[in-house]
């Protein structure tokens, strides 16, 4: 039998010692901490490391075709395709003609009338929406719905205009039947002035976020104090609102003038193609096969735009918006 008096012996715990780190994984911990170190003493390095890929990415994918149509520009269009013989007579050809300077003032007169319309239907709808509808869910709500038609692309959004406006559209086809007009209305579609209303509802959107944004940074206090000191609201919106709003302004001018600049297929498919303008006479020279006059009217496109666009910025510092 076993003897019970005797207690047992307590068992020995052995310690495993912890294992240690890898070799490798304590060097990779190392270099980390000494790049960082090297980032906190030379910031401007940290800041190009940030900015790498984007630059990289618009090299690759917007100054390589930009460059390709300046070097195409200065070639010549053949039977089968470009032919690399450098000279200038597209932009001598191009310059020289009166056709040019003809459908670029059109182009920029179309760009300014759309401007103008575009700030004058935005600066009330952006007002109501910053004033009138109190409930912040509201606002939200109502400045989706401006955004909604831009889920879909903006070819359908154009295109949309066909069966409403057209002469068999549904305006047309309501108007006849409530007997306002006689007859089908010929100035919805295919007219500069369709044309220009299809640029207003495409390109308001543009210009209400802008001015939103800029509304909403205007200090409370500062309304109060012009309807204390007897301002009415219309005083209190161009004294007021207007000079506060500038940057929200300026913003939304740059969207709409680069964008009209570079219109093409609202003048095609509303206006009925019948002037054109700067983008349009580009593809109008690409469906004949004129490759170089194209690059050549691209380039001189591109140019005009950066100037204007630097005109813009000399007026207002966009950094304030």
């Known amino acids: 039998m076993l003897d019970r008096s005797k207690p047992r012996a307590p068992m020995r715990q052995t310690h495993t010692p912890p294992a240690k780190a890898p070799a490798l994984e304590v060097s990779t911990t190392l270099v980390v901490r000494r790049g960082v170190a090297f980032l906190e003493r030379h910031p401007g390095v940290a800041s190009l490391l940030l900015v790498l890929p984007g630059t990289i990415w618009m090299m690759l994918f917007v100054g390589i075709p930009l460059a390709s149509i300046v070097l195409f520009s200065f070639w010549r269009s053949g039977f089968a395709g470009l032919v690399p013989d450098y000279n200038v007579e597209n932009y001598a050809a191009l310059l020289g003609g009166r056709t040019f300077w003809r459908i670029t003032f059109w182009t920029y007169e179309v760009v300014i009338i759309a401007l103008a319309g575009v700030i004058v239907l935005a600066y009330?709808?952006?007002?109501?929406?910053?004033?009138?509808?109190?409930?912040?869910?509201?606002?939200?709500?109502?400045?989706?719905?401006?955004?909604?038609?831009?889920?879909?692309?903006?070819?359908?959004?154009?295109?949309?205009?066909?069966?409403?406006?057209?002469?068999?559209?549904?305006?047309?086809?309501?108007?006849?039947?409530?007997?306002?007009?006689?007859?089908?209305?010929?100035?919805?579609?295919?007219?500069?002035?369709?044309?220009?209303?299809?640029?207003?509802?495409?390109?308001?959107?543009?210009?209400?976020?802008?001015?939103?944004?800029?509304?909403?940074?205007?200090?409370?206090?500062?309304?109060?104090?012009?309807?204390?000191?007897?301002?009415?609201?219309?005083?209190?919106?161009?004294?007021?609102?207007?000079?506060?709003?500038?940057?929200?302004?300026?913003?939304?001018?740059?969207?709409?003038?680069?964008?009209?600049?570079?219109?093409?297929?609202?003048?095609?498919?509303?206006?009925?193609?019948?002037?054109?303008?700067?983008?349009?006479?580009?593809?109008?020279?690409?469906?004949?096969?004129?490759?170089a006059s194209a690059s050549a009217i691209a380039v001189t496109l591109t140019v005009l735009t950066l100037v204007t666009v630097s005109a813009m910025l000399r007026l207002f510092d966009l950094r304030k918006v």
């Not at 509201?138 to 903006?154: D, N, R």
């Not at 409530?178 to 007219?191: A, N, Q």
């Not at 209303?197 to 104090?225: C, N, Q, R």
């Open 124 to 291: 009330p709808a952006a007002y109501a929406i910053w004033r009138v509808v109190r409930d912040d869910r509201w606002k939200t709500a109502v400045l989706l719905l401006c955004v909604v038609p831009f889920w879909t692309s903006y070819l359908t959004r154009t295109i949309t205009w066909l069966p409403m406006f057209g002469r068999e559209g549904v305006v047309n086809r309501v108007l006849l039947a409530l007997g306002v007009i006689g007859e089908p209305l010929e100035i919805l579609l295919y007219t500069p002035y369709s044309m220009m209303w299809g640029l207003w509802s495409l390109y308001i959107v543009f210009m209400i976020g802008p001015l939103y944004h800029s509304m909403t940074k205007i200090d409370e206090d500062v309304m109060s104090a012009a309807a204390m000191l007897g301002a009415t609201p219309l005083r209190t919106f161009f004294h007021v609102v207007l000079p506060l709003t500038r940057p929200g302004l300026m913003a939304g001018s740059l969207f709409v003038m680069v964008l009209g600049l570079g219109e093409f297929f609202t003048e095609r498919v509303i206006g009925g193609a019948q002037n054109p303008m700067l983008a349009g006479l580009i593809l109008r020279q690409i469906d004949i096969f004129q490759w």
